[in-house]
């Protein structure tokens, strides 16, 4: 099976840029979306075909791909965007989701 | 707007079965596959299984750990979506989401996401 590997966590400080990585084998090759959850709430996409943000998603979330690595970039972060992410790519017939990653503001 | 309502989540005995509904809105549901996500408590995101379009040719597969005891079916004329669960086990309990499916080829690659997500039904199995 694909796997797809994110750090646990991630700090940052109001303001900062928090970067987020999903790490699978040739992952480059393949498309990556990044879903955000907030607490007792269902995902929200925030990133698809790596690097395209959905309507209403603000420009300080962007992505990029490529190697064995995507990562989800979120500049100026503010507290609203305290959240777990997940990455999520389709290989062999299913959807594989990252690890998540928590990603507090301090 | 688009909504996905699920229905049908609750308390069930190891070994029984119970059946979620989808509900959407706001879309020609019958242009959209539908897959169902699942997430245990305090845990991450699980892909359970997906239904095409029949446009798409209606095609549906599953995760390993649903594979031959969940069963995902639609009936495009009242824009719901179900998922069958037979053969319930403790380790199934999770808020399981129902997912509206983006599925593109982009020149080779395919491009396959969920761009919106049902509020969430609990199931949980009891011992």
């Known amino acids: 099976s694909y796997d797809l590997t994110q750090p646990p966590s991630v700090s940052v400080s109001p303001g900062q840029t928090a970067s987020i990585t999903c790490s699978g084998d040739?992952?480059?090759?393949?498309?990556v979306c990044w879903y955000q959850q907030k607490p007792g709430q269902s995902p929200v996409l925030v990133i698809y075909q790596d690097t395209k943000r959905p309507s209403g998603i603000p420009d300080r979330f962007s992505g990029s791909n490529s190697g064995n690595t995507a990562t989800l970039t979120i500049s100026g972060t503010q507290a609203m965007d305290e959240a777990d992410y997940y990455c999520?790519?389709?290989?062999?017939?299913?959807?594989?989701f990252g690890t998540g990653t928590k990603v507090t503001v301090l | 707007e688009v909504q996905l309502v699920e229905s049908g989540g609750g308390l069930v005995q190891s070994g029984r079965s119970l059946r979620l509904s989808c509900t959407a809105s706001g879309f020609t549901f019958a242009d959209y596959g539908v897959s169902w996500v699942r997430q245990a408590p305090g845990k991450g995101l699980e892909w359970v299984g997906f239904i095409r379009s029949k446009a798409s040719g209606g095609r549906i597969e599953y995760a390993a750990s649903a594979a031959g005891r969940f069963t995902i079916s639609r009936d495009d004329s009242r824009s719901i979506a179900y998922l069958q669960m037979n053969s319930l086990k403790t380790e199934d309990t999770a808020v399981y989401y129902c997912?509206?499916?983006?599925?593109?080829?982009?020149?080779?690659?395919?491009?396959?996401?969920?761009?919106?997500w049902g509020q969430g039904a609990l199931v949980t199995v009891s011992s």
């Open positions: 040739n992952l480059g090759e393949k498309y």
């Open positions: 999520q790519a389709w290989d062999s017939s299913t959807y594989v």
């Open positions: 997912t509206r499916d983006v599925t593109l080829i982009i020149v080779v690659t395919p491009l396959y996401y969920f761009d919106h």
